[in-house]
């Protein structure tokens, strides 16, 4: 018998391969991988031979979905210390802002952080990136952004890159040193600008974990004109721009993140319909946070209708963090999502797939299920595809792949 052309083949497998809105779906179908890549994509019948014959390893499936592995676009994993307290003032009536400006919020995690060390940081962060590995996820962007200076900075993004040794996902480290105005600096904010320009965006870019660059553009946070002094210099350094834009107040972070090139605008609950058909031309990604909105009760939405007739492509994502979505569970997500938005289970499905590979840069490797990108597969016990939006409970994935071999 010839030596096998596959390391591994997944047959009587249903495929959600992502490659168009209806989720590129391939019934009774196989799939096949090598060298840590896709090999082969189809339907079971058109095999080249018979399975046993073909690769090294068949893996019988009964029948369940197979999709690309999940891509959590937007977390804040790393961080010290909770925000229990926050959650117990927000339900006494006080707002996120007024909380943030009172000293919680943000501030408080930053000041956990900072006296929390790299083990403890690690730890933490990195059982929060296995209970998204139990929804599927094999990639994950994690955020810096409770350092607040450089040295906190960039041992964040170190602690963040170094989650790949304990999790079986990639790591896509973004630099948001820009998260609100540090203590010392409020009557000064014009030096921390310069301090991240100048000193903190080289130091990552030298330290060389840092794929993006984020800032949060909001009235308790960075003015427009501070967000795009900060997202310029790291796009110029060669960073991918990323923007938290218009979730408490509209400051018109939707077109900000199209003038000056970012990827994504992330939030948009108070996004101008301006502003949606600026990211529509500049082909500015939207990704929506909908546990946030959900936490902290939110009476705005984002104009998902309006980002759907302008042809916008949105992403999904957990916004994992200590204050305003402390969600690990990617079925919530995908549920309010639909529930809480309005996106079809398609769009979501979809969220957390392709359109989360585009926001990343990363659309010609992972995120959908196609020869040559890499072999990073969920395997779904359901029926149907909908019910990981459906329900929210226990995962229903039976396995995880992570370049092309069993996920431990």
């Not at 501030?107 to 730890?123: C, F, G, I, P």
């Not at 427009?224 to 400051?251: K, V, Y």
């Not at 996004?271 to 009476?299: F, K, Q, R, W």
């Not at 890499?374 to 990981?388: G, K, N, P, Q, Y």
């Amino acid at each position: 018998m010839p030596e096998p052309r596959w390391d591994r083949l997944w047959t009587d497998v249903h495929l959600a391969t992502m490659t168009d809105p209806s989720l590129g779906i391939v019934r009774n179908a196989a799939i096949a991988a090598s060298d840590g890549r896709i090999a082969w994509v189809g339907p079971a019948a058109d095999l080249p031979g018979p399975p046993d014959h073909l690769a090294a390893e068949v893996i019988h499936c009964a029948g369940a979905w197979l999709t690309p592995g999940f891509i959590d676009c937007h977390t804040h994993i790393v961080f010290g210390g909770d925000r229990t307290a926050d959650f117990r003032r927000r339900l006494h009536g006080e707002s996120y802002a007024e909380i943030a400006r009172a000293g919680g919020g943000i501030m408080s995690t930053v000041r956990a952080t900072r006296a929390a060390s790299n083990e403890e940081l690690t730890a933490g962060a990195a059982a929060r990136a296995t209970e998204l590995s139990a929804w599927g996820v094999t990639t994950i962007e994690v955020k810096s952004g409770y350092g607040l200076d450089l040295d906190n900075e960039i041992r964040m993004l170190e602690v963040a890159a170094g989650l790949a040794r304990h999790v079986p996902a990639d790591i896509s480290p973004t630099l948001l040193a820009a998260h609100t105005i540090p203590a010392g600096y409020t009557r000064r904010r014009a030096d921390y600008v310069r301090l991240v320009v100048d000193e903190i965006i080289p130091a990552a870019l030298k330290q060389g974990h840092a794929t993006a660059i984020d800032v949060f553009c909001e009235d308790i946070a960075f003015t427009p004109d501070e967000s795009r002094a900060i997202l310029e210099a790291g796009i110029e350094a060669g960073l991918h721009g990323r923007l938290h834009a218009d979730q408490l107040t509209d400051q018109g972070g939707g077109a900000l993140a199209a003038a000056v090139g970012a990827r994504s605008a992330d939030h948009l609950e108070y996004l101008s319909e301006g502003g949606v058909h600026a990211m529509a031309e500049a082909e500015v990604y939207a990704v929506l946070l909908p546990g946030a909105a959900y936490t902290l009760g939110a009476d705005r939405r984002p104009p998902v209708d309006t980002l759907r007739r302008a042809g916008v492509t949105m992403a999904l994502a957990t916004d994992a963090n200590p204050g305003s979505s402390p969600i690990t569970n990617v079925g919530m997500i995908l549920n309010l999502g639909c529930i809480l938005f309005g996106l079809t289970p398609e769009e979501a499905l979809a969220g957390f797939t392709a359109a989360a590979a585009r926001v990343l840069g990363q659309e010609r490797d992972r995120g959908t299920l196609e020869p040559g990108l890499r072999a990073d597969l969920a395997l779904w016990r359901v029926d149907d595809l909908a019910e990981l939006c459906y329900r929210m409970g226990a995962s229903p994935l039976e396995s995880l792949v992570k370049d092309g071999l069993p996920a431990t």
